[in-house]
């Protein structure tokens, strides 16, 4: 079984970036596909990018695509997530995700962490 626990949220202002960071633990990441979610208060929690196990192909949804990157560090067993160019849309709890062997998917995922605020302000 593994651990998620991501960090990295706040309160910025429109225009602005932050880097979310999902930390994992119990086994090596390297065996997980990984993703980063959202949901904003009221709605659906909805995907926002993926990175395959090796980190050499990524996805990512719609509306944060040309802003957000993902990336991996498999020797630190831990995943990025770079939003640029916020908009106060971005505001939501930000997830980590893990799917146990993973490919180019991220519809079912195994392990989720709690969550980390992102409120980006006009």
């Known amino acids: 079984q593994v651990q998620l626990v991501e960090s990295g949220g706040g309160l910025v202002q429109a225009g602005g970036s932050l880097r979310l960071s999902c930390a994992c633990s119990?086994?090596?990441?390297?065996?997980?596909?990984m993703g980063w979610f959202r949901q904003a208060p009221g709605k659906e929690r909805v995907f926002v990018a993926g990175i395959t196990r090796s980190g050499t192909s990524t996805t990512y949804g719609d509306p944060v695509k040309g802003r957000f990157t993902i990336s991996r560090d498999n020797a630190k067993n831990t995943v990025y997530l770079q939003m640029n160019s916020l908009k106060p849309e971005d505001t939501a709890v930000y997830y980590c995700?893990?799917?146990?062997?993973?490919?180019?998917?991220?519809?079912?995922?195994?392990?989720w962490g709690k969550g980390t605020q992102v409120t980006v302000s006009s």
């Open positions: 995700a893990a799917k146990f062997l993973g490919g180019g998917t991220f519809d079912v995922m195994d392990y």
């Open positions: 119990g086994r090596p990441a390297s065996r997980y596909a």
